[in-house]
């Protein structure tokens, strides 16, 4: 018979997957890796992401792996900017190009209407591999090849069909929007491609138990279920509470779900919010359209017993950050405690050069 799994146990399985029980003693590779990459749409959220999860993280490190290379921004799943590993991108990004694809023809489908896209991959390849170029730059050139065409559209059609990777600064924390690219292949040169069958066995080591439709939700990408049939055989299987077969690794361990769980600060877009088409294993669906609000704005979130319970913002001056907590809940005095000095570390790290350091509770607007 097939093993029911509570919403609790999920939640617990789903918190230790995503290394947000007890801070790992992990490089930030591995960390990337176990969670297939950090939504990266604005740089500083990633480096958030791993300092909560993280024994002993420090800014620097994450962007001097950038610098070195082993760590690059690119867009990759759900056509979304990601940090992800020098070896993942060989690995998946052409996996996911169909979600770029489709990301390409949401956005841009009639200004690309007819147009002949390998030409431009041939032109573009030697200007950009002379040099980083910006999107404008990218634009500009194209446009000698497609006068009529919109130039975001030209940059979007190059940046999916040829894998792009932004350059340092860019995507490091406190950088502006700025950005230069190059081609993945002159920044990290180029690997052996996996199959979707191999992304779905590292979706589960980091988002497990999970069914077919929260694999698609993540990638961006439809139809995904005859390309997963040859991995299923290695896959243990269980059901949730309304009876959706749910897939994962075999021999994971179920943390005790009783223990109890330290408070976490959890950055705006992070994946743990994003990783399934049913988010309520970790966000409670009355909470939802409070931290997911209009035009794909994903909010800072505290967990409290694991689940989302309230969102943070820091607002600093030039002495003082000062780090407003907003509970959906009733606190325990316990539990705001532990915010509170949990907070008091999360604000340091984030205003590092602030003289004084403030924490505000305030209500749901």
């Known amino acids: 018979m097939t093993q029911k799994l509570t919403l609790r146990q999920l939640n617990r399985m789903y918190l230790d997957r995503q290394l947000l029980i007890n801070r790992a003693d992990m490089t930030i590779s591995q960390a990337t890796e176990r969670v297939v990459?950090?939504?990266?749409?604005?740089?500083n959220p990633p480096y958030i992401g791993l300092w909560s999860r993280l024994a002993s993280f420090q800014r620097d490190d994450l962007t001097r792996a950038m610098q070195n290379r082993e760590i690059v921004r690119c867009a990759?799943?759900?056509?979304?900017?990601h940090l992800i590993t020098q070896a993942d991108h060989h690995r998946f990004h052409r996996v996911i190009e169909p979600a770029l694809v489709k990301g390409l023809r949401s956005f841009h489908g009639r200004n690309i209407e007819g147009m002949a896209i390998p030409p431009l991959l041939t032109a573009i390849k030697p200007f950009?591999?002379?040099?980083?170029?910006s999107m404008g730059e990218i634009g500009?050139?194209?446009?000698?090849?497609?006068?009529?065409?919109?130039?975001?559209?030209?940059?979007?059609?190059?940046?999916?069909?040829?894998?792009?990777?932004?350059?340092?600064?860019?995507?490091?924390?406190?950088?502006?929007?700025?950005?230069?690219?190059?081609t993945a292949e002159s920044w990290i040169g180029w690997g052996e491609s996996a199959?979707?069958?191999?992304?779905?066995?590292?979706?589960?080591?980091?988002?497990?138990?999970?069914?077919?439709?929260?694999?698609?939700?993540?990638?961006?990408?439809?139809?995904?279920?005859?390309?997963?049939?040859?991995?299923?055989?290695?896959?243990?299987?269980?059901?949730?509470?309304?009876?959706?077969?749910l897939y994962d690794l075999p021999d994971m361990p179920l943390p005790d779900i009783d223990a109890p769980l330290p408070v976490k600060f959890v950055p705006e877009y992070d994946n743990i919010l994003i990783g399934h088409a049913d988010r309520t294993r970790i966000l409670p669906e009355e909470h939802r359209k409070k931290v997911f609000l209009t035009a794909g704005r994903v909010l800072?979130?505290?967990?409290?017993?694991?689940?989302?319970?309230?969102?943070?913002?820091?607002?600093?001056?030039?002495?003082?950050a000062?780090?407003?907590?907003?509970?959906?809940?009733?606190?325990?005095?316990?539990?705001r405690e532990a915010?509170?000095?949990?907070?008091?570390?999360?604000?340091?790290?984030?205003?590092?050069?602030?003289?004084?350091?403030?924490?505000t509770f305030s209500q749901v607007d």
């Open 300 to 320: 800072n979130t505290i967990l409290v017993d694991g689940f989302v319970a309230g969102v943070w913002k820091i607002e600093t001056t030039k002495r003082t």
């Open 195 to 245: 199959d979707v069958g191999a992304l779905f066995l590292r979706y589960l080591a980091g988002y497990g138990p999970a069914s077919v439709m929260d694999f698609q939700t993540w990638t961006g990408m439809t139809k995904l279920a005859s390309e997963i049939e040859s991995v299923k055989g290695q896959l243990r299987v269980f059901v949730d509470e309304n009876g959706v077969e």
């Open 140 to 182: 500009k050139f194209l446009q000698t090849i497609e006068p009529e065409r919109n130039p975001e559209a030209l940059n979007y059609t190059i940046r999916t069909y040829l894998p792009l990777v932004q350059i340092p600064p860019a995507g490091t924390w406190g950088a502006g929007s700025k950005a230069t690219y190059a």
């Open 339 to 359: 915010l509170i000095s949990e907070g008091e570390r999360l604000t340091r790290f984030v205003a590092d050069t602030a003289e004084q350091i403030a924490i």
């Open 322 to 335: 000062t780090l407003q907590i907003t509970p959906f809940i009733t606190l325990t005095d316990a539990q």
């Open 76 to 81: 990759m799943f759900r056509s979304t900017l």
């Open 37 to 43: 990459g950090w939504q990266s749409q604005i740089p």
């Open 128 to 133: 950009l591999d002379e040099s980083a170029r």
